[in-house]
């Protein structure tokens, strides 16, 4: 059976190591595209409106797609957070990189964080898409 190597960070010549992602991924398999997944659990419902608590079940959201479809944490090369307070982001940094590590794994990825003014389930607080390379 041919396995795919793993997702590489790209790290371009001179420049400083980024904390917590990478700059590029190089990655071939077949993609999954996960949806944006907020605090909630898998059947609708919040149980509590702390931030980090909240990236926790998103990330374990993505996980369990990612699980679903016969992938794990190594095989995700991006993802895109949508946060509505980027002060309430940064002060839980300790937390939500811990809960990364958690469910996650510590290994580099791209990401991109953007603060929005709301999303659409007003409890809501963070909403994380995820695009994963699985082996053929």
């Known amino acids: 059976?041919?396995?795919?190597?793993?997702?590489?960070?790209?790290?371009?010549?001179?420049?400083?190591?980024?904390?917590?992602y990478a700059n590029g991924v190089v990655a071939q398999g077949r993609m999954l595209f996960i949806a944006g997944m907020i605090g909630w659990d898998s059947q609708g419902v919040f149980h509590t409106d702390d931030?980090?608590?909240q990236v926790r079940?998103?990330?374990?959201?993505?996980?369990?797609?990612?699980?679903?479809?016969?992938?794990?944490?190594d095989n995700i090369?991006?993802?895109?957070?949508y946060v509505t307070?980027?002060?309430e982001y940064l002060a839980a940094a300790?937390?939500?990189?811990?809960a990364f590590r958690d469910i996650i794994g510590n290994y580099d990825i791209a990401m991109t964080a953007v603060e929005v003014s709301a999303l659409i389930e007003d409890r809501a607080k963070v909403e994380i898409?995820?695009?994963a390379m699985l082996p053929a």
Do not use: H, I, Y
């Open 129 to 131: 898409e995820a695009t």
């Open 77 to 81: 090369v991006r993802m895109t957070w």
């Open 57 to 73: 079940q998103a990330l374990t959201n993505v996980a369990d797609v990612l699980r679903a479809a016969g992938g794990s944490g």
């Open 94 to 98: 300790r937390e939500v990189g811990q």
């Open 51 to 53: 931030f980090g608590a």
């Open 85 to 87: 307070d980027k002060r």
């Open 1 to 20: 059976m041919k396995t795919e190597p793993k997702p590489q960070p790209v790290l371009p010549e001179g420049w400083p190591r980024p904390r917590g």
